[in-house]
Every structure is written in C-alpha cells, then in structure tokens.
C-alpha cells in the first residue's frame, strides 16, 4: 500500500484540548499554528472538550500510550524544575514520563 502525503492529502494529528479552560486552550492553538506553520502535510485537529475532567480522563489518567484515542496531549501538568536541560530530556528517555502524552509508552 501506498499512501502518498500532500497538502492535499495530510497527516492528521488529533489533540485533545479542554477548550473551557484558557491557557490549554491558547497552548493547543499554538502548537496547531507552530506545526501546520512548518510542516505544510500535517494537519493538527484540536478535539474541544467542554470538561475538563473529561480532558484529565481521556489524557492524564490512561496507563499508556495505547489506552489514548489521540495522537499528543498537553494534559502532563509538567513543567522544569530546574535550569539544565536534563530537565526536559529525561522526561523523554526511556520510561520518561512524557512518552506516554506522546502515544509512546506501551
């Protein structure tokens, strides 16, 4: 099979977002614009969600990557902690806590 990706024909990227609250909703807009801005075959669809206890259950409390129906999330509620870039990239490492927001973790 062969599926050919164009702007006519993009990869579609679900993110879920709780639309009701601001700054989820303003960080979804910008990730939309940031990589449909770069990447002309992508296509990001934000999924609203009116509750954002329905954002919590869908994202923050599946046990992996496979238990999502979306493609990337913001629901982690994680920030650095401290000034040094291992900060970001053992979230990214294997068993990091990020991968599973990324449909990673199985």
């Known amino acids: 099979i062969v599926i050919n990706i164009s702007a006519e024909n993009p990869v579609q990227i679900d993110l879920m977002t709780p639309v009701t609250v601001t700054s989820f909703n303003n960080q979804s807009m910008a990730y939309q614009q940031i990589i449909e ?4 075959q992508v296509k990001v669809n934000i999924v609203a969600l009116s509750n954002p206890n329905d954002w919590l259950y869908t994202c923050y ?8 129906n979306y493609d990337f999330d913001n629901s982690t509620l994680w920030s650095p902690d401290y000034g040094d870039p291992s900060t970001y990239l053992g979230t990214f490492a294997p068993g990091g806590y990020m991968l599973k927001g990324l449909g990673l973790v199985y």
Do not use: F, I, P, Y
């Not at 801005?37 to 002309?40: K, V």
């Open 37 to 40: 801005g770069n990447l002309e």
């Open 61 to 68: 409390n599946a046990s992996t990557g496979k238990d999502c």
